[in-house]
């Protein structure tokens, strides 16, 4: 009766553990988690792009779901790959525009910033509070997304590994990109307000347009 409990114990042990890494090996996980990988990257010091803390982690499951789902879809891996590229060009796509937005806001604030800061000290303040947030948006979009790294590179220990983990860099530049939009809209809401402000004190006769 012992050996049958010692053996169903690990038994259990044994599905347990792949149930955690959704009938991939403890290595290949660890590996997709942002291991070492075949691009020279040490083990247990992942780069940049899988920093942040286990977030992601907790979710392989939701990942090798979808990456069984991608490839169910689509047909073939190299299918699955050049949708993942489609993917990584949007993300990019959409944080120039982020840049487009920033870069225009901050053009217009060093034509007429000073004259909106001269409307009072809440116009001044809303003004470089939002410019503050625009610069720490823009910031983030530069490292989180705009950073080269090649899908190549990002290689795990099986095919599997190795796009699980080009999933995990996908959601972690899509967060950096949501990070950086919300810095920059915040930001535009308080230079409106600022300009607002100054308009407000314009048309009172209070401060001069020109």
Not at 37 to 60: C, F, I, K, L, V
Not at 136 to 142: C, D, S, T
Not at 189 to 203: I, K
């Amino acid at each position: 009766m012992t050996e049958q409990a010692a053996q169903h114990q690990a038994e259990r042990k044994r599905e347990t553990a792949n149930e955690s890494t959704c009938g991939l090996s403890p290595e290949a996980g660890d590996h997709a988690g942002g291991g070492a990988g075949q691009d020279g990257t040490a083990m247990g010091q992942p780069d940049d792009y899988e920093r942040g803390g286990p977030s992601w982690r907790d979710d392989t499951c939701g990942l090798c779901e979808e990456y069984h789902f991608l490839l169910q879809v689509l047909g073939s891996e190299a299918e699955v790959w050049k949708s993942l590229q489609q993917q990584f060009g949007i993300v990019t796509q959409r944080t120039q525009m982020v840049f487009g937005v920033g870069t225009l806001a901050i053009s217009v604030a060093g034509f007429s910033g000073h004259r909106m800061a001269a409307a009072g000290p809440f116009s001044g303040l809303t003004l470089m509070a939002g410019l503050v947030c625009i610069l720490v948006g823009m910031f983030v979009a530069l490292y989180g997304v705009v950073r080269v790294r090649w899908m190549s590179s990002l290689r795990g220990d099986t095919v599997e590994a190795s796009f699980l983990r080009l999933l995990a860099v996908r959601n972690r530049k899509t967060r950096y990109f949501l990070w950086s939009l919300k810095l920059v809209i915040v930001g535009l809401v308080l230079y409106v307000a600022a300009l607002g402000w100054f308009l407000f004190r314009a048309s009172l006769g209070l401060v001069p347009l020109v």
